[in-house]
């Protein structure tokens, strides 16, 4: 059964501290995105990769956040430093990329909370 | 800017009644449009999907419907369960790999 994984599941961290999040998406796929769940925007698309590069991180204040995938089967988000307003579910989604089918397969999420 | 508006935050629905969920967008170059279900600490799983060069497209209890000179799209779900109860959000995107969602619509069907 693939899954997109995600660690942590729940972080509580306090301003300043640096935060990294992990993704393992689905074997195969060659996109992979990550996304941030606010109650009033909704799912923001943050950093979305394709073959390991990154397409597009115009989602991500640039001054604290970095994306990366050091390899094919992870990727990661860190906020450094955290700020009370990080607070959010952050999701990985990956998927294949081809064609029109842009069905992206979601992680469960991390929930961070930032004191 | 939000570019996919879900203007209704929450629906509450009677067991076996048709839920309608609405979306509207305002990028023209939207081609692509899915609507994605989100249960509680799970990410969102994807439902169904329609290419603009389609006005409706059903699957099982679940159709979507498109309407392009109205930048507008719905979700019917009928009969509407009790298990529909989740989170739905609606998607776009512009011939790439990026999906602009809406803020979700919270569906909790009545038994």
């Known amino acids: 059964d693939a899954r997109v994984t995600q660690t942590p599941r729940h972080k509580v961290t306090e301003m300043g501290q640096e935060v990294t999040m992990r993704c393992q998406p689905i074997?195969?796929?060659?996109?992979v995105f990550w996304y941030r769940q606010t109650m009033m925007q909704g799912l923001e698309l943050l950093a979305y990769?394709?073959?390991?590069?990154?397409?597009?991180d115009s989602g991500m204040p640039k001054d604290r956040f970095s994306a990366e995938m050091p390899d094919a089967t992870l990727a990661t988000l860190k906020i450094q430093p955290s700020e009370p307003r990080d607070s959010a579910v952050y999701f990985c989604?990956?998927?294949?990329?081809?064609?029109?089918?842009?069905?992206?397969?979601f992680g469960p999420g991390t929930r961070l909370t930032v004191l | 800017d939000q570019q996919v508006k879900q203007n209704s935050p929450s629906l509450s629905v009677q067991e076996g009644r048709i839920s309608i969920l609405n979306c509207d967008y305002t990028?023209?170059?939207?081609?692509?449009f899915l609507w994605y279900k989100k249960y509680p600490a799970e990410g969102p799983t994807f439902l169904i999907s329609?290419?603009?060069?389609?006005d409706k497209n059903e699957d099982g209890r679940f159709t979507v419907f498109l309407n392009k000179s109205a930048k507008h799209l719905s979700l019917h779900i009928v009969p509407s369960q009790p298990g529909d109860s989740a989170v739905y959000f609606c998607?776009?995107?512009?011939?790439?790999?990026?999906?602009?969602f809406g803020a979700g619509t919270t569906v909790t069907v009545r038994a």
């Open positions: 990028n023209s170059m939207f081609d692509y």
């Open positions: 329609i290419s603009s060069i389609k």
């Open positions: 074997l195969g796929h060659n996109t």
């Open positions: 989604a990956s998927g294949t990329g081809t064609g029109r089918d842009n069905e992206q397969f």
């Open positions: 998607a776009a995107s512009a011939n790439d790999y990026k999906l602009s």
């Open positions: 990769f394709r073959n390991r590069a990154p397409l597009d």
